[in-house]
């Protein structure tokens, strides 16, 4: 009886090949080969070994990056594997895309309260990659100085301003990128961006050109010249010196 080592996979199978030519005689007679059937089984099973291997490589990558300790992995784990089952991505994608926050700079404890599945849902509304979704959410996060527990708010926010204009999320997410960070420097709320870009988006103004619009905006008004100024007198914005 044969051994065989599936290494990551961390478990063995016992393969019983005494039998196995009569056994591939008899189903011969039948008009069917036994090693047909099991170059087949094989490739399946290799299949799915092959996937589980991956799948513990990017949680490999994510522990590496992160320094979370086993017990945080065990959940990470877990979280990848029940967001696999009930998301449009299977665990694997899932765990790639941990990697792809914790290369963000996000921590273990993020990742599993909140981060992690708010970026699958922003990835599944507006059918992004998984990449694009986890760089704009943690863009946002970081330049709002937002805590995990509020991602799901930020994902709302985002999909409620894509559905109540002509642009998509795909959009939202582009201006994003672009307008994030100077607008929380001038105070101004994730909430309130992303219902200007909305307003834009029903002008015709979207993605990039609409966050390096509202980039300019702001950055003028960070430090406004001399006709800026005039201008935001003229219109009460602020007072006359």
């Known amino acids: 009886m044969a051994v065989y080592n599936l290494g990551t996979a961390r478990g063995k199978i016992e393969i019983d090949t005494n039998d196995l030519k009569n056994a591939d005689i008899a189903l011969r007679g039948a008009g069917t080969s036994m090693l047909a059937f099991g170059a087949t089984a094989l490739a399946a099973f290799g299949y799915v070994i092959g996937v589980g291997a991956q799948f513990e ?51 273990a404890d993020e990742i599993i309260n909140g981060v992690g599945e708010a970026a699958i849902n922003l990835a599944a509304a507006g059918d992004i990659p998984f990449t694009q979704a986890a760089e ?3 863009n946002v996060m970081r330049s709002f100085n937002l805590e995990a527990s509020e ?33 929380a420097a001038l105070g101004v709320s994730v909430e309130d961006l992303n219902a200007s870009l909305a307003i834009l988006g029903n002008r015709g103004i979207k993605g ?18 001399k006709a800026v100024t005039e201008q935001l007198k003229d219109l009460g914005i602020i007072g006359v010196d």
């Open 57 to 107: 490589k990017e949680m490999d990558f994510v522990q590496a990056v992160t320094n979370a300790t086993e017990e945080d992995m065990k959940k990470l784990s877990e979280a990848a594997i029940e967001l696999g089952k009930k998301g449009p991505f299977g665990p694997r994608e899932v765990a790639a895309g941990f990697v792809d926050l914790a290369k963000a700079g996000l921590s």
């Open 136 to 138: 704009v959410l943690v």
């Open 151 to 183: 991602a799901s708010g930020v994902i709302d926010s985002i999909a409620g301003a894509a559905n109540a204009s002509t642009i998509d999320i795909s959009d939202m997410a582009t201006s994003l990128k672009y307008a994030a960070a100077p607008a």
């Open 208 to 225: 990039s050109t609409a966050g390096t619009a509202m980039r300019r905006i702001f950055l003028n008004l960070a430090a406004p010249t």
